[in-house]
């Protein structure tokens, strides 16, 4: 019923471990689909190993393009799953992982993605999550216009649902999880595992986003697109999205003026004023 879809690229140090943690499930997966990003690490000697002995394993090799979305979405259309689930090859899994969110979905048949609790390791040592004041169940969209409040190795939804979302975006590098959530939160309920089934390793240095100084753009990309294509249908979701859209262009726009950078500022600054107003006009 369900399939696993590791996206990788020159990650060969992580991948094992993650490969291990989906191997070592209480409820094994329907497939396990390694895409591999153009490694040149050795990745696909080590999933040839992994291979001989696992048969529900399948590799899935692409020219390197850099672009997450891609990468998933490429495993989503191959896999055979009734459920799709996604695993970062840097982050792994608790062995009751796919068990304990099969058995919750299974208790709310009006739910069709849930996502679990998270630990994050950085350097090795645990970041306390103890700060984090978000919805994470039920209608949790306002939530998730703020900033990405469901992580990509979190996730068990419908394929059905992925796939009448259309997936990820494949021209975002950065901030295609955070587009992806908004539009399923502006539609469906989202169920929620309170358990750490998820863990997550920061702060090395091949993340894209370690890559640069500040991610909120790709944000803000992500969502003015579905703010000027009306993606949000609902007028009450198209006004909150422009809103927060506004917030997040007037945060950008005096960050550019403090680094002296008057021509962004002054063209961000503007972008805010257009969508304040149109949330006002919502």
Request: glycine share 8%.
């Amino acid at each position: 019923m369900i399939s696993v879809i590791i996206p990788t690229y020159n990650r060969l140090s992580f991948l094992e471990q993650a490969l291990r943690s989906v191997l070592e499930q209480t409820l094994a997966p329907e497939e396990i689909i390694v895409v591999d990003d153009g490694s040149t690490d050795g990745t696909g000697d080590l999933i040839a190993a992994f291979s001989t002995e696992n048969t529900a394993l399948r590799f899935l090799r692409l020219k390197h393009r850099g672009f997450p979305g891609r990468a998933r979405n490429a495993g989503a259309r191959i896999a055979r799953g009734r459920y799709l689930t996604f695993l970062d090859s840097d982050d792994f899994w608790e062995p009751e992982k796919l068990q304990k969110q099969l058995a919750f979905l299974a208790a709310n048949p009006g739910v069709r993605v849930c996502h679990t609790r998270e630990r994050w390791l950085r350097g090795g040592r645990e970041v306390s999550q103890a700060g984090q004041r978000h919805r994470r169940s039920g209608d949790i969209f306002s939530d998730a216009l703020k900033k990405c409040i469901i992580g990509p190795s979190t996730v068990m939804l419908e394929r059905t649902l992925f796939d009448e979302l259309g997936g990820f975006r494949e021209d975002l590098e950065i901030a295609e999880d955070y587009e992806l959530w908004l539009r399923l939160c502006a539609r469906e309920q989202v169920g929620y595992v309170d358990d750490a089934l998820t863990i997550k390793r920061a702060g090395h240095g091949d993340q894209l986003s370690e890559k640069y100084s500040q991610i909120e753009i790709f944000r803000i990309r992500g969502l003015k697109d579905l703010v000027d294509t009306g993606w949000f249908s609902e007028p009450r979701r198209q006004s909150e999205a422009a809103a927060e859209l506004a917030r997040k262009c007037r945060v950008y726009a005096a960050g550019c003026a403090k680094r002296g950078r008057s021509d962004e500022a002054r063209r961000y600054s503007e972008l805010a004023a257009r969508y304040q107003a149109q949330a006002g006009a919502g």
